[in-house]
T-cell receptor, first 115, second 117 residues
Framework: AQKVTQAQTEISVVEKEDVTLDCVYETRDTTYYLFWYKQPPSGELVFLIRRNSFDEQNEISGRYSWNFQKSTSSFNFTITASQVVDSAVYFCALSEPGSARQLTFGSGTQLTVLP | DTAVSQTPKYLVTQMGNDKSIKCEQNLGHDTMYWYKQDSKKFLKIMFSYNNKELIINETVPNRFSPKSPDKAHLNLHINSLELGDSAVYFC????????????????FGQGTRLTVV
């Protein structure tokens, strides 16, 4: 069965610090997708990134970067020069082949960026 | 123009009542989902429909009944509400594709916060 672990329940940083959110996953499939979603205090779920299992290239989007390593089954997320607006719960999720390809979510990491 | 919209955003009701949450997507996706987020923020799949056909029904009490009148709509009806049903319910949609590699990401509605008193 698939599983996503986000061991960091809460992280606090001061504005402009860099912060990395960890995500470790388990799956028996060789083909799968990994995702990160952001849930700000307003409550909606905002899609950040999708990565398929065949593409281990790291990705950078502005202050956000993702490090996918199949060897360690990890898909970590780094925010550079954090800002107060980055404060949110961040979820890592896994989708594997199957009839619905639903998301299996990690338990989330609450990130608080202090001014 | 909201991609996935669900109504209502807040729902407060008494135990034993029946209530419905509606969801509509205008993305042209073929698959829709209901997820439940509990008080600890944990998100779990409840149901999934593909082209109006139920394809996932997780271990959810049969008081919960999804209905998909067409590809763009997936409603959730809950009978005999219980205190433990209090949660945030999210609707989502995605384009499944023939192979997982062609799957799109899921887009979520803004959530419905259900409070049973």
């Amino acid at each position: 069965a698939q599983k996503v672990t986000q061991a960091q329940t809460e992280i606090s940083v001061v504005e402009k610090e860099d912060v990395t959110l960890d995500c470790v996953y388990e799956t028996r499939d060789t083909t799968y997708y990994l995702f990160w979603y952001k849930q700000p205090p307003s409550g909606e779920l905002v899609f950040l990134i999708r990565r398929n299992s065949f593409d281990e290239q790291n990705e950078i989007s502005g202050r956000y970067s993702w490090n996918f390593q199949k060897s360690t089954s990890s898909f970590n997320f780094t925010i550079t020069a954090s800002q107060v607006v980055d404060s949110a719960v961040y979820f890592c999720a896994l989708s594997e082949p199957g009839s619905a390809r639903q998301l299996t979510f990690g338990s989330g990491t609450q990130l608080t960026v202090l001014p | 123009d909201t991609a996935v919209s669900q109504t209502p955003k807040y729902l407060v009701t008494q135990m034993g009542n029946d209530k419905s949450i509606k969801c509509e997507q205008n993305l042209g996706h073929d698959t829709m989902y209901w997820y439940k987020q509990d008080s600890k923020k944990f998100l779990k799949i409840m149901f999934s429909y593909n082209n109006k056909e139920l394809i996932i029904n997780e271990t959810v009490p049969n008081r919960f009944s999804p209905k998909s009148p067409d590809k763009a709509h997936l409603n959730l009806h809950i009978n005999s509400l219980e205190l433990g049903d209090s949660a945030v319910y999210f609707c989502a949609s995605s384009q499944r594709g023939k192979h997982i590699i062609s799957n799109t990401e899921a887009f979520f509605g803004q959530g419905t916060r259900l409070t049973v008193v």
